[in-house]
């Protein structure tokens, strides 16, 4: 008897048609969400099946788990174009961050001790800039417009740290000429990269950026619990957290507790026990997107947006997100009168978004399809009161 040949994809089929039925929540939802946390998928799920059966089956295989971590850091490295060396692995963007931020020099009032911060970053962005204050930091919230960021950074600028795309408005922001200018002030710069790593190719090296933060839970289809920090090599010694634990320890096995020696790699800024959970998860979600393929994605989410603008646009509605497709990411923002009414009224017509500073966020991503941006323009017009 012969074998079943295994089914071939339809590789002519859309992206969402060859793919939507790896994510349940869309036979019962609109789910436009993905700014927030992605659609769970068939292969996250089995993967925390997979963490629980290890677990049971094997006690506690922690050089196993350490490999899954290995794996995770691999995976990650290769989505943003950087080596493993390079990438820590952590427990949110914050922890990466604030592990940056307690290795930086910034008690000198006549050295570098001044953070220039766009007014577009998360707040745990600014939150984790402003506790440096208390460590002798000064810090500049400006406009990330050309002029201002000229003005703003100088010769005691440590850092200058900037989102890709804004979790509130949408705009994706044009990041060389920034690193340009920032290096040629002899300033690094941090990338906060969560709203966009899985949902459009990244490459750190043709961006230039010296440090990058992103997490799992958005466009990489994962979950709570796991996120990277990457730092460029040569400045990774550079760099010594006071924020900081075990697994950043040059050989953790050593278990040594007389001294302080960091890592030779971007290790260094990691801290205790890793998530193991949230690994296996993590590492299922950017698998599952390198398989899908992120630049499809960004192709695929940029003619859904254009479409969805489309719609707006006959709607009246007013876009908080520039018009140019090349300054936005997968988020478009929309304004709204009361944008926690529109969430919830959506809510009830099974149209899952969200809302921040007073738009509304709908974010596609690769297994939204064109039905979907159809469904959420007429359960707008049928809200069209709460649009500003
Ligand atoms: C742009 C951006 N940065 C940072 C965060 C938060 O990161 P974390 O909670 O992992 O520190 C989010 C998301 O929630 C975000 O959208």
Known sequence: ??????PVPDRSASLPDRIRHRFPVLERLVYVNSCSQGAL?????DAYAKYLEDWDEHGSPWEYWVERAET??????RLVGAVPDEVAVTTSLSAGVSALASGLDLASPSGRHKIVMTD???????QIWHAQELRGARVEIVQPEPERLEAAIDEQTAVVSITHVSYRNGTKLDVEPIVRLAHDRGALVLLDAYQTVGSLPIDVDALGVDFLAAGVLKYLLASAGLAFFYCRRDLVEQIRPTATGWFADE????????????????RR??????????IYAGVAGMELMEEIGIAA????????NAHLVEGLDDLGAKLATPRDPSRRGALL?????????????LAGEGVVTSERDGNLRVSMHCYNSREDADAVLAALARHRSLLA
């Open 333 to 345: 923002c929309i304004r709204s009168t009361d944008s926690r009414a529109l969430v919830s009224a």
């Open 120 to 126: 577009y970053e998360f707040p745990t962005i600014g």
């Open 251 to 266: 050989d953790i096995f050593r278990m040594d507790h007389r001294d302080y020696s960091p890592a030779p790699t971007a």
């Open 72 to 77: 995770a850091r691999a995976t990650f490295a």
């Open 1 to 6: 008897m012969t074998a079943e040949p295994a």
């Open 297 to 304: 994605t960004r192709e695929h989410v940029q003619e859904l």
């Open 41 to 45: 998928s068939d292969s996250v799920r």
């Open 269 to 278: 800024f990691e801290s205790g026990t890793p998530p193991v959970p949230s």
